[in-house]
Nanobody
């Protein structure tokens, strides 16, 4: 079992930045790939970014490529999502999730955090 807790959400104006953190506890964190997903009101949960177990491979949705950066510190059991140049359409609840191998498919992930709200005002 892996427990995940997201922090760092909040309200920011368009063009601003936020850094989300996903802290893990339970099993060995370095055995898991981590993905970030988001869900806006009335929409399905969508893939944002993912990182492999060692951090050597990263993946991004086209909508955030060049603006968001995912990273991890296995010694701290934490994955980060640095979000720059935020847009109103980035407004959503952001979730981190973990599974043994990296994928962009929501349903593939075994463990999920409770989510953190990000609101970007124009």
């Amino acid at each position: 079992q892996v427990q995940l807790v997201e922090t760092g959400g909040g309200q920011v104006q368009a063009g601003g930045s936020l850094r989300l953190s996903c802290a893990a506890s339970g099993r060995t964190f370095s055995n898991y790939a981590v993905g970030w997903f988001r869900q806006a009101p009335g929409k399905e949960r969508e893939f944002v970014s993912a990182i492999s177990r060692t951090g050597g491979n990263t993946y991004y949705a086209d909508s955030v490529k060049g603006r968001f950066t995912i990273s991890r510190e296995n010694a701290k059991n934490t994955v980060y999502l640095q979000m720059n140049s935020l847009k109103p359409e980035d407004t959503a609840v952001y979730y981190c999730a973990a599974r043994p191998w990296v994928t962009a498919t929501t349903s593939d992930y075994d463990y999920w955090g409770q989510g953190t709200q990000v609101t970007v005002s124009s």
